[in-house]
């Protein structure tokens, strides 16, 4: 049974430079939410995907952008990067609606570096 | 921000039962609680969840007051690979609102 799979594993960016970012959600889901982790810190909710749109979203601005494709993988694209952005980018898919109990399966992550 | 308040750290002797508590006052009736755990650096994982009864699986059981206004997760005989970051959840919406969540030590 295929997990949460995301790539590349580590990224080295620069300051300004835009970063695109992969997620393949757990075999039979289908939802994608995205977050971020500083160092030391829990994970911040960026957004989330769901028939290929975005269905919700945290406080983060609009540098923060997103697709869902018809497979059901995600992107997760990061505009004009700050120092401030670098952590640890998590995938989590889920199946369906968005009331009721649904857990959230947790892909490695992507750990973001900007100089 | 996040809906819950953890202890920042706890210690636990392996073999024993570890209690990790969580307050959650201003849960609404229609929110589950959820706990996940993250080893470092890995992607959190998924323990337990929960709306009125008290849950139990394989991994863990997950005690909700009356009130629903605080929870206790238990590990019921930890061992040393049960060391790592706890978060209690609780879900708005869409939105799974991390804490900075409790660090479990299991000590030998």
């Known amino acids: 049974d295929a997990g949460v799979t995301q790539s590349p594993t580590h990224l080295i960016k620069t300051r300004g430079q835009q970063v695109t970012l992969r997620c393949s959600p757990k075999?039979?889901?289908?939802?994608v939410s995205w977050y971020q982790q500083a160092l030391g810190q829990g994970p911040q909710f960026i957004f989330q995907?769901?028939?290929?749109?975005?269905?919700q979203r945290g406080n983060f601005p609009d540098r923060f952008s997103g697709h869902q494709f018809p497979n059901y993988s995600s992107e997760l694209n990061v505009n004009a990067l700050l120092l401030g952005d670098s952590a640890l980018y998590l995938c989590?898919?889920?199946?369906?609606?968005?009331?009721?109990?649904?857990?959230?399966?947790f892909g490695p992550g992507t750990r973001l570096t900007v100089t | 921000d996040a809906k819950t308040t953890q202890p920042t750290s706890m210690d636990c002797a392996e073999g024993r039962a570890a209690n990790l508590p969580c307050n959650h006052s201003?849960?609404?009736?229609?929110?589950?609680v959820y706990w996940y755990r993250q080893i470092h650096s890995q992607g959190p994982q998924y323990i337990i969840h929960?709306?009125?009864n008290n849950e139990t699986n394989e991994m863990a059981s997950l005690i909700i007051t009356e009130d629903r206004k605080s929870s206790t997760l238990i590990l019921p005989h930890a061992t040393l690979r049960d060391t790592a970051v706890y978060y209690c959840?609780?879900?708005?919406?869409?939105?799974?609102?991390f804490g900075a969540g409790t660090r479990l030590t299991v000590k030998p």
């Open positions: 959840i609780v879900r708005v919406a869409n939105d799974m609102r």
């Open positions: 929960g709306l009125k």
């Open positions: 201003t849960i609404s009736g229609n929110e589950y």
């Open positions: 075999s039979g889901h289908d939802t």
């Open positions: 989590a898919s889920s199946l369906g609606g968005s009331w009721g109990a649904y857990e959230q399966y």
């Open positions: 995907y769901y028939e290929e749109e975005e269905r």
